[in-house]
């Protein structure tokens, strides 16, 4: 049902088809578990199709080796209109063993669309703990950076000239 669940984790095994030249895996398999994260949390919030309009501050803070158990979770932390807010911690462990420790961070904005895909509204999250209060008001200050951000990078995109 829409509106009921913020968190979900994917969890599944790091195969040798994810691993890079160094034998760890590539940030590309992780970006691509990221984005499947994202998809699900906010397709799970909205009840509707969703597509990923940002995803930023990705930091790869460990590696992950083949053969450990991935747990990929999204949580939302801001919903606009019909965007939602989603912050991702990819984490990894031996599956012999309990412990997981923090692989990769990042959040990933996805926004609800309709069968034109046009955006279209979405549930409202309404922060309930101290801690959610901390991450909306993180999101918000984020949107502002952004803004700025995406000022600057107008000077790195150029106009296709046919
Ligand atoms: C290019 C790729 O293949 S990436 C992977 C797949 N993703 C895609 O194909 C998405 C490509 N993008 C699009 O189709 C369009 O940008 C759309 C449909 C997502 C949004 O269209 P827009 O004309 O920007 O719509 P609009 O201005 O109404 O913005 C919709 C929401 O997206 C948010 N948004 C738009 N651009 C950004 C951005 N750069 N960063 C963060 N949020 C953004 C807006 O704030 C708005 O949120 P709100 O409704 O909660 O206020």
Redesign the pocket.
């Known amino acids: 049902m829409a509106g009921v669940d913020r968190q979900l984790t994917l969890r599944f095994l790091a195969e040798p088809a994810d691993v890079n030249f160094g034998g760890k895996v590539h940030g590309g398999a992780v970006m691509k578990w990221i984005d499947l994260a994202a998809y699900a949390s906010a397709a799970g919030w909205s009840g509707k199709y969703c597509?990923?309009?940002?995803a930023g501050g990705i930091r790869f803070v460990k590696p992950i080796h083949v053969g450990s158990i991935v747990e990929v979770t999204g949580k939302i932390i801001y919903?606009?209109?019909?965007?939602m807010h989603v912050a991702i911690d990819v984490k990894a462990g031996d599956p012999k063993y309990s412990e997981r420790h923090l692989t990769t961070h990042c959040i990933v904005?996805m926004?609800a669309?309709d069968d034109e895909?046009?955006?279209t509204g979405v549930p409202e999250w309404i922060p309930q703990t101290e801690d959610d209060v901390r991450l909306r008001d993180s999101a918000l200050r984020l949107?502002d950076m952004?803004k700025r951000i995406?000022a600057e990078m107008e000077a790195h995109v150029k106009p296709i000239v046919e």
């Open positions: 597509i990923t309009v940002y919903t606009g209109t019909s965007s904005i926004v669309v895909g046009k955006p949107m952004r995406g």
